[in-house]
């Protein structure tokens, strides 16, 4: 049994976690979910399991996928199909050989028969073969083409998406759930199919050899189909959880590394690993509860048609002791009984296989499902939208400048018994002019830069730049004309030049050297293959500044019609930072620009500064003009603001 003996062999290669590792411990409680930790956004498993999800509704959903490879697949199934029917005549054949050669005593007519068993052998092997190298290809191709699929995704969906989910969540997703998908396509999916067929021919034979033994054999086949639904609502769960621990897992190991440098230097990496071996605890008794439920399916499975198998043997006996059955139909049925043996007791192993492509499906599902527009205007929104349609007909081509008008916005995961974080935002930045933004900690200076570019949507009012409403313009464009370097700089696993030429991929060389100029990122000459040179993950191997500066680059390399920096020079020293405003000064003057400023060092870049309190723009006005009419901002640039900015130009 060729067939049997490789198959069981791959289930062992791909089954290890499935497979009951101990015997099944009927006390074990069923583990509670994982929930949120209170207070904080559901950044892990946001979503649960469906109550009562259909299997097969799921796993539907990939044949969009799987229609491409589809003649493939019923290539793979018929060989396996062939396989497995060639199987089901060696019982036959023995029966043959049993009451031909072996009851008569003939020797010379056993060698064909044997001949025929051979070739049969040969055929299942060649046909196994055959069945995988038929799939393999095509299954990775798919693979590719759905993690594909799932990273574009990711690229389109707005950042509140990436607010909510954990990166380990969608880590997990791209990783083992496409590996559980693909192999269902390889091997459960081909079986299941192979192997319905292959019982159904099975009892055929075996009611043709002898009903009477047919029917005790198949009387298991009942309390079978009721265990089974029993097993899959309960195991579909079990999976789904186990699946979502596993993503909360990877966040945490991200988090663990990313972190090393700060878990290292408060000495909290054993509240960390305390937090790993929690999860993966949690982890281990989920899987050890499926391996449980598999565990007591396999032993009905198994135990009842042995049961069933040794009535047949009995009654089979006494049939041929009267005479009723010959010992080679006896032989013959029971060969045919135990060639079933593997797709019944395969049933469990594929069923929980089915399971965890289904629970993968539904979480690779959940991502793509989501929907791309950045969460939908709020009606808010929608109200202003009327209105946002006149004021850009009315100043549609003139050159206005960054103009916000009546701009609310609220996170949405914000407690509903807190006001709009934004609450009603009128600015107008003229063109060519730049404006300082300035307010308390926390008070929304960074959500109002990023919803210039649409990183967020407004949840009510209207952003116009040049008299066009952001909401019209293709976002592609629209990130085209905003150029934004926020406080934190976030740099690549790449080299210095192609984390600058982000910015704008077409820009020349001479482009890359002016923007580092303008960046003071002087130190990029010194590095050992300059703008070649890698800055590893995250940009770790450069200084907070060097970092900063680069991020700066990036934002101005393309001569951007709208800059927007969140406190871009927070990192710098006295010095550097007065050589970047310096040369800053120069794209300022070509550029309309927003500038997140909390030092009034940065605040003298700006030809005007508005103050952000309570949500709305309390003051505008030149610096000079703010300290004496504003107390917020008085307040705000207190201390060393009035000595550093005596002097200073016309501002
Ligand atoms: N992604 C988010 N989801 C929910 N709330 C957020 C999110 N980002 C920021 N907030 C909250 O919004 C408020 C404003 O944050 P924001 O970063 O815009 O302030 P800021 O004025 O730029 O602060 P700072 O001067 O410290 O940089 C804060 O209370 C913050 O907790």
Same mark, same amino acid.
């Given at each position: 049994?060729?067939?049997?003996?490789?198959?069981?062999?791959?289930?062992?290669?791909?089954?290890?976690?499935?497979?009951?590792?101990?015997? +099944?411990?009927?006390?074990?409680?069923?583990?509670?979910?994982?929930?949120?930790?209170?207070?904080? +956004?559901?950044?892990?498993? +946001?979503?649960?399991?469906?109550?009562?999800?259909?299997?097969?509704?799921?796993?539907?959903?990939?044949?969009?996928?799987?229609?491409?490879?589809?003649?493939?697949?019923?290539?793979?199934?018929? %060989?396996?199909?062939? #396989?497995?029917?060639?199987?089901?005549?060696?019982?036959?054949?023995?029966?043959?050989?049993?009451?031909?050669?072996?009851?008569?005593?003939?020797?010379?007519?056993?060698?064909?028969?044997?001949?025929?068993?051979?070739?049969?052998?040969?055929?299942?092997?060649?046909?196994?073969?055959?069945?995988?190298?038929?799939?393999?290809?095509?299954?990775?191709?798919?693979?590719?083409?759905?993690?594909?699929?799932?990273?574009?995704?990711?690229?389109?969906?707005?950042?509140? =998406?990436?607010?909510?989910?954990?990166?380990?969540?969608?880590?997990?997703?791209?990783?083992?759930?496409? =590996?559980?998908?693909?192999?269902?396509?390889?091997?459960?999916?081909?079986?299941?199919?192979?192997?319905?067929?292959?019982?159904?021919?099975?009892?055929?034979?075996?009611?043709?050899? &002898?009903?009477?033994?047919?029917?005790?054999?198949?009387?298991?086949?009942?309390?079978?189909?009721?265990?089974?639904?029993?097993?899959?609502?309960?195991?579909?769960?079990? %999976?789904?959880?186990?699946?979502?621990?596993?993503?909360?897992?990877?966040?945490?190991?991200?988090?663990?590394?990313?972190?090393?440098?700060?878990?290292?230097?408060?000495?909290?990496?054993?509240?960390? #690993?305390?937090?790993?071996?929690?999860?993966?605890?949690?982890?281990?008794?989920?899987?050890?509860?499926?391996?449980?439920?598999?565990?007591?399916?396999?032993?009905?499975?198994?135990?009842?048609?042995?049961?069933?198998?040794?009535?047949?043997?009995?009654?089979?006996?006494?049939?041929?002791?009267?005479?009723?059955?010959?010992?080679?139909?006896?032989?013959?049925?029971?060969?045919?009984?135990?060639?079933?043996?593997?797709?019944?007791?395969?049933?469990?192993?594929?069923?929980?296989?089915?399971?965890?492509?289904?629970?993968?499906?539904?979480?690779? =599902?959940?991502?793509?499902?989501?929907?791309?527009?950045?969460?939908?205007?709020?009606?808010?929104?929608?109200?202003?939208?009327?209105?946002?349609?006149?004021?850009?007909?009315?100043?549609?081509?003139?050159?206005?400048?960054?103009?916000?008008?009546?701009?609310?916005?609220?996170?949405?995961?914000?407690?509903?018994?807190?006001? &709009?974080?934004?609450?009603?935002?009128?600015?107008?930045?003229?063109?060519?002019?730049?404006?300082?933004?300035?307010?308390?900690?926390?008070?929304?200076?960074?959500?109002?830069? %990023?919803?210039?570019?649409?990183?967020?949507?407004?949840?009510?009012?209207?952003?116009?730049?040049?008299?066009?409403?952001?909401?019209?313009?293709?976002?592609?464009?629209?990130?085209?004309?905003?150029?934004?370097?926020?406080?934190?700089?976030?740099?690549?696993?790449?080299?210095?030049?192609?984390?600058?030429?982000?910015?704008?991929?077409?820009?020349?060389?001479?482009?890359?050297?002016?923007?580092?100029?303008?960046?003071?990122? &002087?130190?990029?000459?010194?590095?050992?293959?300059?703008?070649?040179?890698?800055?590893?993950?995250?940009?770790?191997?450069?200084?907070?500044?060097?970092?900063?500066?680069?991020?700066?680059?990036?934002?101005?390399?393309?001569?951007?019609?709208?800059?927007?920096?969140?406190?871009?020079?927070?990192?710098?020293?006295?010095?550097?930072?007065?050589?970047?405003?310096?040369?800053?000064?120069?794209?300022?003057?070509?550029?309309?620009?927003?500038?997140?400023?909390?030092? +009034?060092?940065?605040?003298?870049?700006?030809?005007?500064?508005?103050?952000?309190?309570?949500?709305?723009?309390?003051?505008?006005?030149?610096?000079?003009?703010?300290?004496?009419?504003?107390?917020?901002?008085?307040?705000?640039?207190?201390?060393?603001?009035?000595?550093?900015?005596?002097?200073?130009?016309?501002?």
């Amino acid at each position: 049994m060729t067939v049997h003996r490789l198959t069981l062999t791959t289930m062992a290669e791909n089954q290890e976690s499935t497979l009951p590792q101990s015997p +099944p411990r009927p006390e074990q409680e069923d583990p509670d979910p994982p929930t949120p930790r209170s207070g904080q +956004p559901p950044r892990s498993s +946001p979503a649960t399991a469906p109550e009562h999800r259909s299997t097969v509704r799921s796993l539907l959903r990939l044949w969009p996928y799987a229609r491409v490879i589809r003649w493939r697949l019923a290539a793979s199934i018929s %060989a396996a199909l062939v #396989a497995m029917l060639s199987v089901l005549v060696v019982p036959l054949v023995l029966g043959r050989i049993v009451d031909g050669p072996i009851a008569h005593h003939d020797l010379s007519a056993l060698w064909p028969l044997a001949g025929a068993l051979l070739l049969l052998g040969l055929v299942e092997a060649g046909l196994f073969y055959t069945r995988r190298v038929v799939l393999a290809g095509p299954l990775a191709g798919l693979e590719t083409a759905m993690r594909g699929d799932l990273y574009a995704k990711l690229q389109r969906l707005p950042v509140s =998406f990436h607010d909510r989910w954990a990166s380990g969540q969608l880590l997990s997703r791209a990783t083992s759930d496409m =590996f559980t998908m693909r192999l269902f396509l390889a091997f459960p999916l081909v079986f299941l199919v192979v192997n319905s067929l292959m019982f159904a021919a099975g009892t055929a034979v075996m009611f043709v050899l &002898d009903w009477r033994l047919a029917l005790i054999t198949l009387l298991p086949a009942v309390p079978l189909i009721v265990l089974t639904r029993h097993f899959e609502s309960g195991y579909s769960l079990a %999976a789904r959880r186990a699946q979502d621990q596993t993503g909360d897992l990877a966040t945490v190991i991200e988090e663990s590394v990313l972190g090393i440098r700060i878990l290292k230097a408060f000495g909290r990496h054993r509240t960390m #690993a305390e937090r790993f071996r929690s999860q993966t605890h949690e982890l281990r008794e989920t899987e050890l509860h499926k391996a449980g439920l598999l565990a007591n399916l396999w032993a009905v499975i198994v135990g009842l048609p042995e049961l069933a198998l040794g009535c047949a043997l009995a009654v089979g006996a006494y049939l041929v002791a009267q005479d009723e059955l010959t010992t080679g139909t006896l032989v013959a049925f029971l060969s045919t009984a135990l060639a079933l043996r593997w797709p019944v007791e395969s049933l469990g192993w594929l069923l929980a296989y089915a399971n965890e492509a289904a629970t993968a499906t539904d979480r690779y =599902f959940e991502v793509l499902d989501e929907p791309e527009d950045g969460g939908a205007p709020a009606p808010a929104a929608k109200a202003d939208a009327t209105a946002a349609t006149a004021t850009a007909t009315a100043t549609a081509g003139t050159d206005e400048g960054i103009r916000l008008t009546g701009v609310r916005f609220r996170y949405p995961d914000a407690p509903d018994d807190t006001p &709009d974080l934004l609450c009603g935002i009128d600015l107008h930045v003229r063109r060519g002019e730049t404006m300082a933004l300035v307010g308390a900690t926390g008070s929304g200076k960074t959500t109002l830069t %990023a919803l210039l570019p649409r990183l967020y949507e407004a949840t009510g009012g209207t952003i116009t730049l040049d008299g066009r409403d952001i909401r019209e313009i293709p976002r592609a464009r629209l990130r085209e004309l905003v150029s934004v370097a926020f406080e934190e700089p976030t740099l690549f696993s790449a080299s210095v030049g192609e984390n600058v030429l982000m910015g704008a991929p077409d820009a020349s060389p001479e482009q890359l050297r002016r923007a580092l100029d303008t960046a003071q990122a &002087d130190f990029v000459e010194r590095l050992p293959a300059g703008t070649e040179t890698q800055v590893g993950e995250q940009g770790l191997s450069l200084s907070g500044g060097q970092r900063q500066r680069l991020a700066l680059a990036r934002a101005v390399v393309g001569d951007p019609a709208f800059l927007v920096l969140d406190d871009p020079l927070s990192a710098l020293d006295v010095h550097t930072e007065a050589l970047v405003e310096q040369a800053l000064r120069e794209v300022l003057g070509s550029t309309t620009a927003l500038v997140v400023a909390h030092r +009034p060092s940065t605040v003298l870049l700006a030809d005007r500064v508005a103050v952000l309190a309570d949500g709305r723009i309390a003051a505008v006005g030149t610096h000079q003009e703010l300290l004496r009419s504003c107390a917020v901002y008085r307040e705000l640039m207190s201390g060393e603001a009035a000595p550093v900015l005596e002097g200073s130009p016309a501002r």
